[in-house]
């Protein structure tokens, strides 16, 4: 009896251990596999398959107001995917020959995995078409009963993180430009950071800060070796890279 409660005890340790541990967020998707592509839905699967903790995408309206998964503004031939009409963006084939996604289809196949999808939108020409873009983006996570077990925002927009914060409670969204101490972002109801590394380097004292406020840290993207280990060991709770397998080993030896 006595070595079964040792034995819960350590398993109960272990887990405790094992969910303070940095995590992996897949950039664009797994995409750095054979005939894949970023921001594909072959990209998201592949990185359904591994165990990293989300996959991020990026997510443009188009001028008739169709929402599409693309990093734009270039898309293939097209100059911007915010200027074409979702027709025109329908014609384009990615580097492995699929389409471009619309957000229904790839949230629709982020819904069969088990890994958190970390929806960025993007920054719109207009407070106005980016309010639409905003309050479509809320609609469609709403409409496919997408969970905030389940999504995740960010934006290099403050007001559209505000929004989403507003329109999605409960839901974490984090703000991309790293210039803000944690303590201001929380004032104005993010609860999240999802900084460039470089701003980590720069300000290491926002990490532990942003914890003792409650708040979640994301850095972006970081595919050397060197300086995913300068963060797992700075305590960020997700990584965001191009090389979700090299950091997964990296966590794993830890
Ligand atoms: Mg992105």
Redesign the pocket.
Known sequence: MKRFFTLTLLLIISICATAQKTQVVA??GYWDTPNNAQNSITALKTAQAIPVYGS?F?VNMTSDGVMVVS?GPKLEEIPDVQKATYKEVQKVRLKNGEKVPTLKQYLKQGKKGNIRLIF?LKVHPTGEIENEAVRKSAEMVKKLNLSSNEVEFISFSLEACKQLAELMPGYMVQYLNGKIPPKELKEMGIMGLDYHFSNFVQHPEWVKQAHDLGMIVNVWTVNKEEMMQQMIDLGVDYITTDKPELCLKLIQQK
């Open positions: 950039h664009r991020e990026d990093h960025e």
